[in-house]
């Protein structure tokens, strides 16, 4: 691991201040020190550090994804996606953890897999170097109940063996499969609380008791574990609410009742609406039998109106909106995750400003750490994106793969920049103050 030093670049420092000029010292896996132009050089030591002459580009912190599934597999269907044998679908997924990273999506939170021990593999394997992806927080699968989101299971077939999700019935059913769980190393349980209606079951609708639900938070508070549900429905958000359960994926469907409560708790929750799933499902989806007559039969055109209206009033409130936007279907592919900022911008009202906080500094709480991740600042994480352009002008520039010039994790490049005009290759040299 080289010290890196970065120098003639535009500093997005994930405060919400302006860009800057500037540069940027890393030394190990940390920011050493941020240096503003034009306030002299930074005092340090005399040391043998890679240089990097970003030629103007602009330096930002890698980009923070709080809804991703590793183990979806690009296909049109549940069926399809569970059915991968394990063999694959473990090589599956560190494909595309390494598609995440080359992409500037730096730190992932994992929103539920396909099979019970997927995440937990992927996330050890990354984190002992043995494959490379993102900072990882793995997920369980889907906890739903018999009839419900996520139980695709046949009445002639075992149920254990070829559900999508993880299928129980009443409170103590579902603590031992929370323990199971936690058993495994998870680092979160995903529950469904709501419908969806690509399945036949209405995104209104709520399948859980309450019981069952209290259980779930108690049993993963007992463990040390955080919960995150799938909840469209205006009743499973406000389940959330009530009982602490932090992630609220989705959040279609709001009243005033709904929206008062998360305005009211919105440092203790983070929302996702995942509108790249309605957008997408809605308009690009025809391809796999999908038409936007059949997703407005569905459902989905009322929900994505709701679920729009829901974030534009969230955002009023102050509540702070994350991109996630169920990536890993056939109509929404992976590594085309930072459509989801367009969204925002497009739809929402936000400004990219906002955009880009909130796919940076917004999500550091929601990857545990705080202070260590989503900006550039002394002392934090050494996680940088360098590109080619101002996502501030044109927040589409990072859907372009060829726009992100380098990729740094934990103070060491995934991507090195390359050689272009006023911008060299990393070359060791000496500098001092």
């Not at 046949?154 to 323990?179: D, I, K, N, T, Y």
């Not at 859980?208 to 108690?218: D, G, L, M, Y």
């Not at 709480?365 to 202070?371: A, L, Q, T, V, Y």
């Amino acid at each position: 691991m080289a010290d890196v030093l970065f120098t003639n670049v535009r500093i997005f420092d994930g405060s919400g201040d302006p860009p800057y000029a500037g540069e940027v010292l890393v030394q190990g896996n940390r920011i050493a020190r941020v240096q503003r132009s034009g306030y002299g050089a930074a005092r340090v030591p005399v040391i043998g550090v890679t240089t990097v002459d970003g030629g103007g580009a602009f330096l930002m912190p890698g980009m923070i994804e709080a809804h991703t599934h590793f183990s979806w597999n690009d296909q049109p269907s549940l069926d399809a996606i569970q059915r991968m044998p394990p063999e694959e679908h473990i090589l599956w997924c560190a494909q595309v953890a390494e598609r995440y990273l080359d992409m500037g999506w730096t730190s992932c939170v994992g929103a539920a897999c396909a099979k019970p021990r997927l995440d937990v593999v992927i996330r050890n394997a990354i984190e002992d170097g043995t494959i490379v992806g993102p900072r990882y927080l793995a997920a369980s699968q889907e906890i739903t109940v018999p009839g419900g989101l996520g139980d695709t299971t046949q009445p002639h077939l075992p149920q254990s063996e070829f559900a999508f999700g993880a299928v129980v019935s009443g409170s103590e059913e579902m603590r031992r499969c929370v323990r199971m769980f936690c058993k495994y190393g998870v680092d979160s349980l995903k529950i469904n609380l709501s419908g969806e209606s690509i399945t036949g079951m209405s995104s209104e609708m709520s399948q859980f008791t309450e019981a069952e639900i209290a259980t779930c938070v108690e049993e993963a508070k007992a463990w040390g574990k955080r919960v995150a549900a799938h909840a469209r429905s205006c009743w499973s958000i406000k389940q959330c609410v009530k009982h602490g359960i932090q992630v609220i994926y989705h959040a279609s469907f709001t009243d005033e009742e709904a929206l008062d409560m998360l305005e009211a708790h919105k440092k203790q929750h983070f929302i996702a609406p995942g509108l790249a799933w309605l957008i997408n499902t809605c308009h690009n989806a025809s391809a796999y039998g999908i038409t936007p007559e059949a997703a407005r039969k569905m459902g989905y055109f009322r929900e994505l109106e709701a679920a729009i209206e829901s974030m534009k009033a969230l955002r009023r409130r102050d509540v702070r909106i994350l991109p996630g936007g169920d990536y890993g279907f056939a109509w929404t592919p992976h590594g085309t995750n930072a459509k989801d900022l367009q969204y925002f911008v497009e739809y929402v009202g936000m400004s990219t400003m906002e955009a880009l906080l909130s796919a940076t500094a917004w999500g550091a709480p929601m990857m545990k750490r705080p202070h260590e991740l989503g900006q550039v600042r002394d002392g934090y994480l050494a996680d940088l994106l360098l590109v080619d352009g101002d996502p501030l002008a044109d927040i589409t520039v990072l859907q372009d793969k060829a726009r992100i010039l380098a990729v740094m994790k934990d103070g060491e490049f995934h991507r090195a920049p390359p050689v272009r005009g006023g911008m060299r290759s990393p070359t060791t040299t000496r500098w001092a103050a």
